[in-house]
């Protein structure tokens, strides 16, 4: 039986603010963090119904609102091998989140239960985490008071990053199986990764330090304690590790600052030569950049980082002699810099799927080994039962010693940006690159991202992985016809999934020509979503 009186009693003490709309979308629910507490008490009740639904099997519960500015926060689940949440039980969290009161929410509970006929006699079990944000504490108390209403099973993981967290649901589904992912706690983390990426670097020249931006986020926490597993084999220093200042997460710092402006962090600077890679806010993003000799910046953003790790795994599985067996294969985005898909497109096969981690993760698990970046920095690799069983039983050799540590290095659950800078740091020392190397192993085309705001998003759909609209009839000729103008030109045009603004990603041959070609599409759009004129950004044409 629902315990009615319990959830209803506790739901009256987390009321919903009348005059919002949570909408669940790719990053979960996202928005300012005050307004949240309705909803993470909402989000228990949900995560636990979800473990009943899949005969008690322990679902994960992140709250935290990565890249966003510190006053937001949010909350996402985690399905049980560490994926994101079934694309259709986002309705349901939307449902549950709009409730106006506490006895349209367990009507809407009421409704899950039948619709999906959930035994409500199996146990459900819950871990959950959250970022350092001013505002988690309050929220977990509320996830934790819906756990309680429903008297679900849970174990709280206290402040640590979301690939921890995913990991974290993976190993405890998989403790004792023949599908056993590592030990289900934080050490249990650091040391598998730690230990793999020693084993890679082990006879190699000691790489120079890593400089590390932590976006004031959860990863300094991470990062910090990675230092004590790593011992002298590589040293880390970080910078933008300041968890107690106000207002200091992700303001001027980390991966997403860098990849929006295209340059340095203001509080960095790095020697001619010297490379550094900023994290987001939950530590599950990563850019690397470096200066040239000049002490020029370059950034080296996801599509850098996929050519670099797609290009070594294909070297390691021919050296390894597998290469019939194993089949490896890349995933993008319409977001994907031309340049880079050009290059890996004459590699080995490329797949173009909408935005959103749920897209590109799904579109990887088809492939023997996928691996998978979005342009921000968001990504993992992904490999098959299969291609792991073939991977522990052929013979061995050197490259098939190094695959099997890849494997332990990489979180397959979710992007890691520690994880994943211990994948680029083992290539790099592996093809004794530096970042001159790495960046010169294809150019990629200027390129510009602006905002559009508009009054409803909705009006704007598109088909082909997001690369062509098909609503407002005509405005896609139009972005055509401007195209074809530009040497090199690309443009499309995409609703967001968390705001009401539309995106427009524009490529051309130079950075003026990329400038241009994203200031006349956005001006497209301005006035076809009938933008005041008065308001009008000046730099759109």
Known sequence: MLPVKEIQERSDRHPKPADIKFQYGTAGFRTLGKTLDSVLFRVGVLAALRSKKLGGKTIGVMVTASHNPEPDNGVKLVDPRGEMLESSWEAHATAFANAPNSVAFIAAVDELVKATKIDLSIPARVVYARDTRPTSPQLAAALKDGLEAIK?????????????????????????????????????????????????????????????????????????????????????????????????????????????????????????????????????????????????????DGDKITTLVASYIVELVKASGLDEQIKVGVVQTAYANGSSTKYLSGRLPVKCVPTGVKHLHHAAEQYDIGVYFEANGHGTVIFSPAAQELISSHKPSTALTNLRNIIDVINQTVGDALSDAFLVETVLAHKSFSGVEWDSMYCDLPNRLVKVVVSDRNAFKTEDAERRLVSPPGLQARVDELVRKYEGGRSFVRPSGTEDVVRVYAEAATRAEADELAFRVAGLVYDEAGGDLSKRPKEFL
Do not use: W
């Open 152 to 300: 679900a099973d849970y174990r709280d993981a206290g402040v640590t990053t979301t690939p921890v967290l995913h990991y974290l649901v993976r190993t405890i589904n998989t403790k004792g199986t023949k599908d056993s992912y590592g030990e289900d706690t934080e050490e249990g983390y650091l040391t598998k990764l730690s230990d793999a990426f020693k084993k890679l670097l082990a006879g190699k020249p000691t790489p120079p330090p890593l400089l590390i931006d932590c976006a004031n986020g959860v990863g300094a926490l991470m990062a910090e304690r990675f230092k004590a597993y790593l011992g002298g084999i590589f040293n880390i220093n970080l910078v933008n590790a300041d968890l107690h200042t106000p207002g200091a997460l992700n303001n001027s710092c980390g991966a997403d600052f860098v990849k929006v402006n295209q340059k340095l962090p203001p509080s960095i600077t790095l020697q001619p030569g010297q490379r550094a890679c900023s994290l987001d806010g939950d530590a599950d993003r990563l850019m690397y950049y470096y200066a040239d000799e000049r002490g020029q910046f370059h950034m080296l």
